[in-house]
């Protein structure tokens, strides 16, 4: 694969420029690295600043010349020629100079799609367990979250922590009492129409008095 790339240079001369009677163009352009072409052009040859004198003036000029080629492409292999050169004066004082470089032995640079490798059996199989294994483990702190009771501080007359015993009870629900200063437990037993086992089951009333609390158990019995 070839390219060409253009390239332009206005070149000012001291004098007027009545006739260009030569011309001639060389370069020593070279690839540098992969991506950029690199050097100078050498116009020289022979003018008149008159058309009609017969002296003639030589000139020389070097051109800086830098061209960067596309990362689509691989250069290593480049090669670098002058394919068409041409020129024209500008108002007798300046040499427009138009050169297409010829670029050749270029290749398109491959794009390389890397695809991830499916997943083994063996690798599906011990992800699967590992969700098993979370799922499972999520479950049981579920689990734990709906029979834990929250705790605090403990008084006498005040438990804050229920004891379950295996007993043929159904307790779904309670009340709290605050005792005032005509109660006593029998009052308190009367009210509720609970028995004393009952109440003990839950509270501690030994010392009880005005302002206790007292908690009473709403019993539904078989």
Do not use: W
């Not at 690199?38 to 600043?49: A, D, P, Q, T, V």
């Not at 492409?73 to 470089?101: G, M, P, R």
């Amino acid at each position: 694969m070839k390219q060409i790339i253009p390239f332009s240079k206005d070149i000012t001369f001291k004098t007027k420029i009545g006739e260009l009677t030569s011309i001639s163009l060389d370069h020593d352009l070279t690839l540098k690295g992969e991506d950029l072409i690199l050097g100078n052009f050498y116009i020289k040859g022979e003018y008149k600043m008159l058309p009609s004198s017969e002296l003639k003036e030589e000139y020389s000029y070097k051109v800086p010349c830098e061209i960067a080629i596309s990362d689509d492409y691989d250069a290593f292999d480049a090669t670098i020629d002058i394919d068409d050169f041409h020129y024209e004066i500008i108002n007798d004082e300046v040499l427009k100079v138009n050169i297409s470089l010829v670029v050749d032995n270029l290749s398109r640079k491959e794009i390389v799609i890397l695809e991830e490798e499916p997943a083994l059996e063996e690798d599906l199989r011990l992800d699967l367990d590992f969700f098993k294994e979370e799922l499972e483990e999520a479950n049981n702190l579920e689990e734990e979250r709906e029979v834990s009771i929250p705790t605090s501080d403990l008084t006498d007359n005040n438990p804050a922590i229920l004891s379950f015993e295996d007993k043929e009870e159904s307790y779904v629900t309670y009340s709290v009492y605050t005792l005032m200063q005509e109660d006593t437990v029998e009052t308190v037993l009367s009210k509720y129409k609970i028995a004393r086992e009952d109440l003990m089951a839950y509270n501690n009333l030994d010392g009880i008095t005005f302002g206790s609390k007292l908690i009473i158990p709403n019993i539904l019995n078989d």
